[in-house]
């Protein structure tokens, strides 16, 4: 980890943005190994700050990193906020891989941050959604 950082040190010294940012991604997965996500989460702010003028690919990986991370963290609202900027981004480039990614991921993060809700109108009317469960048509 101390090379990722002496490298991401070196890289800003020299003016290199884009070996910069391969060692702030770098350096986030070491961190976020080490269950250092607050660490994490600040280096890929700065890949992210770093890819914004030229490099939408980049973005769209700092987007989607951050909001894996604040998925894990429980933070929610945050990773929805985040997968819809990697969403959009995918978009914008026209690949179908990375916007399948992108769908799946703000899919996710989406019902993870309606489950309660869902969770309580299930169980405030238990009786209704089992009628409705017994009525619905099969695929």
């Known amino acids: 980890m101390d090379h990722q950082r002496a490298y991401m040190e070196l890289s800003r010294q020299a003016g290199d943005q884009e070996a910069e940012g391969r060692a702030c991604v770098a350096y986030a997965e070491c961190q976020q190994q080490l269950g250092q996500l607050s660490g994490a989460v ?7 700050e ?8 980049g973005q769209a990986t700092a987007c989607c990193k951050l909001g894996v991370l604040y998925q894990q963290q429980g933070q929610l609202q945050q990773a929805v906020g985040y997968f819809e900027r990697f969403f959009e981004l995918a978009r914008s480039l026209g690949e179908r891989r990375l916007l399948d990614i992108a769908r799946i991921n703000l899919g ?32």
């Open 50 to 57: 770093l890819s914004r003028s030229q490099d939408p690919r």
């Open 42 to 48: 600040e280096s890929l702010e700065t890949y992210l």
């Open 108 to 139: 996710a993060a989406r019902s993870a941050l309606r489950m309660p809700e869902y969770k309580q109108l299930c169980w405030g009317d238990l009786n209704g959604v089992l009628a409705w469960k017994s009525t619905r048509q099969a695929f």
